[in-house]
């Protein structure tokens, strides 16, 4: 069974930090580019960050430009988004997806392209 798995969620004060990780489960991430989305209640989903399979090509939305970044362990079969300065408004559900491709440089934030999608996890940013 094919699965994707966020964690490292929580409460964090602006200005904090987080780490979320993506493992995959009943296949490998190594032919398979990675998107970070989120979304927040009454928004629509937002691309936040991708990677590429290779890990040579990122992609991210201007809001985070700056303060998150995003990496890849294929070893571990694992996808890092490591966010730093929060605010209040990166608060959302963060899910990460995976596309399988040939291209290993294709890094895309169009959400509807991703064929498999983790359960997500909540990320709340509040002081």
């Known amino acids: 069974q094919l699965q994707l798995v966020e964690s490292g969620g929580g409460l964090v004060q602006p200005g904090g930090s987080l780490r979320l990780s993506c493992a995959a489960s009943?296949?490998?991430?190594?032919?398979?580019?990675i998107g970070w989305f989120r979304q927040a209640p009454g928004k629509e989903r937002e691309g936040v960050l991708c990677?590429?399979?290779?890990?040579?090509?990122?992609n991210h939305a201007d809001s985070v430009k700056g303060r998150f970044t995003v990496s890849r362990d294929n070893a571990k079969n694992t996808v890092y988004l490591q966010m730093n300065s929060l605010k209040p408004e990166d608060t959302a559900i963060y899910y990460c997806?995976?596309?399988?491709?040939?291209?290993?440089?294709?890094?895309?934030?169009?959400?509807?392209?991703?064929?498999?999608w983790g359960q997500g996890t909540q990320v709340t940013v509040a002081s």
């Open positions: 990677i590429s399979s290779s890990g040579g090509r990122t």
């Open positions: 009943g296949f490998t991430l190594d032919y398979y580019a």
């Open positions: 997806a995976a596309v399988l491709t040939t291209v290993p440089r294709m890094c895309d934030l169009r959400h509807l392209i991703y064929e498999y």
